[in-house]
């Protein structure tokens, strides 16, 4: 495996990674534990941010020069993060509607 796919695995498995706790985050939230919801939303900001910092690493290569091949395996990973992210963004709001719900 060289070192492009690493980075493609890598994107993949953090965003994975990511959407699995915004979506348990949801899971708790439903079932009125905010704190705890809170902490997997953390989490899953952190791993957004792993897969994120690669994202940003391979660009910065590639505008130094390094042309990244643009294979079906990399399409996949830029897929995965940008559903992640806004899988993630959606479901901080849901929490914020549950969280007000439950306040009424």
Do not use: C
Request: charged fraction near 35%.
């Amino acid at each position: 495996m060289d070192e492009q796919e690493k980075s493609i695995f890598q994107i993949i498995s953090a965003s994975g990674d990511s959407r699995g706790s915004a979506f348990e985050a949801l899971r708790l939230a439903r079932k009125g534990a905010f704190e705890e919801a809170n902490e997997k939303m953390q989490e899953a900001k952190e791993k957004s941010i792993i897969a994120h910092d690669e994202q940003t690493r391979l660009i910065a290569k590639e505008i130094n020069g390094e042309k990244t091949e643009t294979t079906l395996l990399m399409v996949h990973a830029q897929d995965h993060l940008m559903n992640s992210l806004l899988a993630r963004d959606l479901i901080e709001e849901m929490i914020e509607i549950l969280k007000e719900q439950k306040m009424k």
